[in-house]
């Protein structure tokens, strides 16, 4: 029994490095976009563009009039990894072990569209085979990094006055019913890795039955948000 207890704790010990990881290093060191978005694409063309036929694997993300990035899967064994290149999320792995959707980018990169968005706003996941799934984002959280480069920094929630651990804040963000939570770095006072945002959508219920058109990518978004 005791054996059991000492490995839960090194396991929990590890997967809070490596969160702490993604909190830290993940959005630190800048490199020039690669590519940008001409126009925006309507949601069925963006489908085709990134279809591969595997029903499983999460390959597109679409919030009409705000993203339409691609999404590819951390390499194993590389919590820290992030893409790289401008139109592009990189999926959470540690998130999906919680059974739900982590989506991550540089806040140079396309992680700058990340604070466009707002409560309301409807985000499509788009999957290999061409299905999605459609979530309401309901809630945009800001902590500070009290120590910005160190791992196990401590984090003020910006909205609520208190401090967390990085174990705290990935139980807040990720952890819990299936959501969708974009993760990005805020920059203040010449620091780009000043603090974290963190935008969560919930999967969108017969309750709040946005309309078909929504879905389609037809309807736009109220122009005063942006």
């Given at each position: ?6 490995f ?11 969160f ?59 919590p ?33 569209s ?19 799934e ?28 208190t ?8 139980g807040?963000?990720?952890?819990g ?50």
């Open positions: 029994m005791t054996s059991r207890i000492q839960l704790r090194v396991v929990r010990t590890l997967c809070t490095f490596c702490a990881l993604i909190l830290s290093f993940a959005f630190i060191l800048p490199v020039q976009a690669k590519s940008t978005v001409n126009s925006f694409p309507d949601l069925n063309t963006f489908i085709e563009s990134v279809r591969n036929g595997d029903a499983n694997l999460l390959r597109g993300v679409y919030v009409y009039d705000l993203m339409a990035f691609s999404v590819i899967q951390q390499p194993a064994g590389s820290g990894f992030v893409s790289q290149e401008a139109n592009q999320l990189t999926e959470f792995g540690m998130a999906a072990e919680a059974g739900n959707v982590g989506l991550l980018a540089h806040n140079y990169l396309a992680g700058t990340f604070s466009g968005l707002t409560n309301g706003d409807v985000v499509i996941l788009v999957y290999g085979d061409g299905h999605t459609n979530y309401l984002v309901t809630n945009v959280l800001q902590y500070q990094a009290l120590d910005p480069y160190n791992p196990y920094s401590d984090f003020k929630d910006l909205q609520r006055q401090t967390l651990s990085a174990a705290e804040v990935f807040q963000v990720y952890r019913e299936r959501h969708v939570t974009f993760q990005t770095c805020i920059q203040s006072d010449g620091n780009s890795s000043w603090g974290r945002l963190f935008v969560i959508a919930e999967p969108v219920t017969s309750q709040v039955n946005p309309s078909a058109d929504t879905y389609t990518g037809n309807t736009q978004r109220d122009s005063s948000r942006n």
